[in-house]
């Protein structure tokens, strides 16, 4: 079986519309174990030789230690087999109800054990360079991930299309939208039962998939849990367009910004079309 066969095996449309309604899904057993093992490959190498974007996103004297890193996929071949041979390209068409799944980019998250560096509630769109409502992330771990350490989501929180503004996760810098130019992130935290929260334990071989407006954030790990390694891949579907902005965007696409036209689609070998329906 291929793995658009995979995909289309398991993408069904329950499945299709639980997306559309609450902005995330857990796919259970999506990859295999050898899919699952370049990955393995493609952090360790890219631990080993980070980009410039790689960063430290715990503060010193936490007592583990979180660290991300961007876009390198041209360079590390496993992240770029894994992306071009895995089911998620598919699936992300799938869930989109999208003709194509065109990369925009992926992201490395690790979190040792112990970290008490949270990741905090947040969308990803606003970070971005674009527009449009046809996306799709994907949040990949190798190591098995508890209930408590997951990424979580608010059900429904992408529907009404609704912006919030974006901020540093550590000192809370408003470094892309001016002060006052968005609404303020509720107290999500503070308030939990307020809010319709889901979130998922996952093993290797399960992939969540989210919308890029979903508000979502995670906790920091246990003492007692292993580290947790994480990939993240986005692709952007039919309707999204190129929407350069006056500040450095995260990741940062500004040696692009002249090279599509505002309102144009991301046609750039930096995003290729990884599946065409």
Not at 90 to 107: C, F, N, W
Not at 142 to 170: C, K, N, Q
Request: overall charge negative.
């Amino acid at each position: 079986m291929t793995s658009s066969e995979r995909a289309n095996s398991i993408i069904t449309d329950s499945l299709v519309n639980e997306y559309k309604q609450n902005g995330a899904v857990c796919i259970r057993n999506l990859l295999t174990n050898s899919e699952i093992d370049l990955l393995r490959q493609g952090i360790d190498e890219n631990l080993a030789n980070p980009s410039p974007r790689f960063k430290v996103a715990s503060r010193p004297d936490d007592t583990g230690r979180f660290v991300e890193d961007f876009c390198t996929w041209e360079a590390n071949p496993y992240y770029k087999q894994f992306i071009y041979e895995s089911p998620c390209a598919t699936v992300a068409g799938r869930l989109m109800e999208s003709s194509i799944s065109r990369l925009y980019h992926d992201h490395l998250l690790v979190k040792e054990a112990n970290t008490k560096q949270v990741t905090p509630w947040h969308q990803d769109q606003p970070y971005y360079n674009i527009t449009g409502n046809q996306t799709c992330s994907f949040w990949i771990p190798i190591d098995p991930v508890s209930r408590y350490s997951t990424l979580e989501f608010i059900a429904g929180s992408h529907r009404d299309g609704h912006w919030f503004m974006p901020r540093t996760f550590m000192s809370l810098e408003a470094k892309w939208f001016p002060e006052g130019t968005l609404e303020e992130i509720p107290n999500i935290e503070n308030n939990r039962d307020a809010f319709p929260i889901i979130g998922w334990p996952v093993e290797p071989g399960d992939v969540i998939a989210f919308h890029m407006l979903t508000l979502h954030g995670a906790r920091g790990t246990m003492p007692n849990e292993d580290r947790r390694r994480v990939f993240s891949v986005r692709f952007l579907g039919d309707d999204v367009r190129h929407s350069p902005r006056k500040w450095i965007t995260s990741p940062d696409f500004s040696d692009i910004t002249e090279q599509i036209k505002p309102g144009d689609t991301m046609d750039h070998p930096r995003f290729p079309i990884i599946w065409k329906s």
